[in-house]
């Protein structure tokens, strides 16, 4: 059975085409086309799996051109039993809570 939990915090707009991965509780999601403002964004967003609480992080880099970087380092590292993702997820929607 699905269900929509209840969130909170600086939570991220509608976006599809995103990538997510779940790390030590946490849900990271990068990026993504946001229908609202017409663009691609290079955002970070933070949900604490335990508290459901969203933040924005902020990045030093145009983690945009890092991505595909990003994403194959962790499967490396997962691979490896260096790093343990529970989920690794690209490509699909994310909407705001209503």
């Known amino acids: 059975m699905w269900s929509q939990p209840k969130v909170c915090g600086d939570i991220p707009g509608a976006r599809d085409g995103h990538s997510a991965c779940v790390i030590n509780n946490c849900m990271y ?4 086309y ?19 609480e969203w933040r924005h992080l902020k990045t030093k880099v145009n983690i945009f051109f890092v991505r595909a970087a990003l994403i194959g380092l962790l499967r490396i590292l997962t691979l490896v039993g260096i790093l343990r993702v529970s989920h690794l997820v690209i490509g699909t929607s994310i909407q705001p809570q209503q």
């Open 34 to 52: 946001e229908e609202d403002t017409d663009q691609f964004s290079q955002d970070v967003h933070m949900l604490d799996l335990k508290t459901m």
């Open 29 to 32: 999601v990068f990026g993504g």
